[in-house]
């Protein structure tokens, strides 16, 4: 982990790390096949990153594969926190906490099937939203006593349904038939979790 500075007081922290290397570099190796196309004319021209045009030829510019190549895995964090106040690696700490509340909100939006609400007034305003984070932090939870996502908690506890039948003046409740993986979540999330 490197630390820059430049001139407003600014701080970058740059952090490596494998998984993202990896990452880029299947990403770099696409961009490098679109480009080869584009230069051999069997693709056309997008918005392709590393492309070169010459006087005479369209071709794969390879400085800056290279380049790219070369900072693969790198990520650099920008703030405005002095060193003192917080170190390098509490810079990405923080960064990789903003990340986990925007990946809630993603959650919120495709898992729990939230969608927009227009509201006008102030209590239905707040109501709504206590309701939208209650679910989130349910979800949070059930997640972290699972172990599982919430998608995969909500396909397999979906189905389970029970039946209230009336007959004869009496009514009769069917439970429904729990699959083992539905019953091992169920006991994690009764039991708190690993």
């Known amino acids: 982990m490197?630390?820059?500075k430049n001139a407003r007081d600014r701080r970058v922290v740059y952090q490596w790390s494998?998984?993202?290397?990896q990452h880029d570099n299947r990403a770099i190796n696409k961009m490098v096949e679109r480009a080869e196309k584009v230069a051999d004319g069997s693709r056309p021209l997008k918005k392709d990153r590393f492309v070169r045009f010459t006087d005479t030829a369209t071709e794969v510019d390879w400085a800056l594969v290279e380049r790219a190549r070369y900072l693969a895995g790198l990520k650099g964090y920008v703030t405005n926190i002095p060193q003192a106040t917080m170190s390098g690696g509490q810079v990405v700490a923080a960064y990789h906490d903003l990340?986990?509340?925007e990946r809630s909100f993603r959650m919120a939006k495709s898992d729990l099937a939230a969608?927009?609400?227009f509201h006008r007034l102030r209590d239905?305003?707040?109501a709504h939203l206590t309701i939208v984070f209650a679910a989130l932090a349910v979800s949070r939870e059930a997640q972290a006593r699972t172990g599982l996502s919430i998608k995969k908690i909500l396909q397999t506890l979906r189905p389970l349904r029970s039946a209230t039948i009336s007959l004869g003046g009496q009514q009769v409740t069917a439970p429904p038939q729990i699959p083992d993986d539905a019953q091992r979540i169920l006991d994690d999330l009764a039991a708190g979790g690993h």
């Not at 494998?18 to 290397?21: L, P």
């Open 2 to 4: 490197g630390v820059g």
């Open 18 to 21: 494998f998984k993202r290397y």
């Open 99 to 101: 990340y986990q509340v």
């Open 115 to 117: 969608r927009p609400m």
């Open 124 to 126: 239905s305003i707040e």
